[in-house]
């Protein structure tokens, strides 16, 4: 081999060429921006929240999974979902969607970015707020400014109060035990929830796709 003979050099035999490495690197970045943007919308627009038990049945079920707008306004009829960690006594565990290797990849990464559903989240019908007049239980009822509201279980304790301004006070749709403000109406606060702390209005219901005892997808 003579000084003008050019070896195989080992080096570049090995290197990764180009175009792959731009092929990656572009699909890293649009996977990043695709993330970024889902907790973005899940922070200021909507996000999916899993339906834990029956106390807003029939309207919706357990294991049903349902879209929260967070512009929406929660109003007096409408269903809301709320974050009631700093509010009940013995809250329930979070059922915010996080299930999933997707559900998981978009709770983490918006923890980190301080977007948070709550530790602890529960769902029902505003049927009282700031200013209403709220008692039980005469006739087994829950009677809000003297009009009847819901049935209340039987054995709960009679209460009389006005609901603080800027909170809200919500009832699951049958009569059972379940998690809302009437379950927790013996502590302080009466189980009244401060409206900074309700992360949506229930829009529709997306899962499952069709049931025999209710058409409705999307809520009044």
């Known amino acids: 081999m003579t000084m003008t003979d050019h070896a195989p050099d080992p080096v570049g035999t090995l290197a990764v060429p180009t175009g792959s490495r731009a092929w990656w690197t572009r699909w890293w970045a649009l996977a990043l921006v695709a993330l970024l943007l889902a907790v973005g919308v899940r922070a200021t627009l909507v996000e999916s929240w899993f339906v834990p038990d029956d106390t807003m049945a029939p309207t919706l079920r357990a294991g049903d999974r349902v879209l929260v707008g967070k512009l929406a306004t929660p109003a007096l009829g409408r269903v809301v979902v709320a974050d009631v960690s700093a509010t009940f006594a013995s809250s329930p565990r979070s059922t915010s969607a996080g299930s999933g290797l997707l559900g998981r990849v978009l709770t983490s990464v918006a923890g980190a970015l301080g977007v948070s559903s709550g530790e602890a989240s529960v769902v029902g019908r505003v049927v009282a707020q700031g200013g209403d007049a709220v008692r039980c239980c005469d006739e087994g009822y829950v009677w809000v400014e003297g009009d009847r509201r ?5 054995g709960t304790r009679a209460f009389d109060f006005v609901v603080p301004e800027h909170a809200l006070w919500i009832l699951g749709d049958r009569a059972a035990p ?5 379950a927790h109406a013996d502590e302080p606060g009466h189980g009244a929830i401060p409206t900074q702390d309700v992360i949506g209005v229930v829009l529709a219901r997306f899962w499952p796709l069709t049931r025999h005892d209710t058409d409705r997808v999307w809520l009044p």
């Open 178 to 182: 379940g998690r809302d403000s009437l």
């Open 150 to 154: 819901g049935r209340a279980p039987e």
